[in-house]
């Protein structure tokens, strides 16, 4: 299992930026994706989440409204639309999930939001 993230990078306080996600060596369909964010020093925060299908999404009150996770199971890729970027979303995001009875995680990719 591998979860390769990308698109991360310097964006101006109400910017956007999209990431991605591709997922390697599982069944990517059977399972639900997340995404979290992790600021130097600290535990990992969730910031969203998508069902197998696609047909249920979870948010973190802090980036609902602003934040769309999405996915594609043609092509084992996950998404995350970050919109109205702030300067607290300045961190590392991380793809996750939860296959074969145990956690797995990307490497994780940073998001600078600076004018």
């Known amino acids: 299992v591998q979860l390769v993230e990308s698109g991360g990078g310097l964006v101006q306080p109400g910017g956007s930026l999209r990431l991605s996600c591709a997922a390697f060596?599982?069944?990517?369909?059977?399972?639900?994706m997340n995404w979290y964010r992790q600021a130097p020093g600290k535990g990992r925060e969730f910031v969203a989440s998508?069902?197998?299908?696609?047909?249920?999404?979870t948010y973190a009150d802090s980036v609902k409204g602003r934040f769309t996770i999405s996915r594609d199971n043609t092509k084992n890729m996950v998404y995350l639309q970050m919109n109205s970027l702030r300067p607290e979303d300045a961190v590392v995001y991380l793809c996750?999930?939860?296959?074969?009875?145990?956690?797995?995680w990307g490497k994780g990719v940073p998001v600078t939001v600076s004018s």
């Open positions: 996750h999930s939860y296959v074969f009875g145990r956690a797995y």
């Open positions: 060596g599982f069944p990517f369909s059977d399972y639900d």
């Open positions: 998508i069902s197998n299908t696609g047909g249920e999404t």
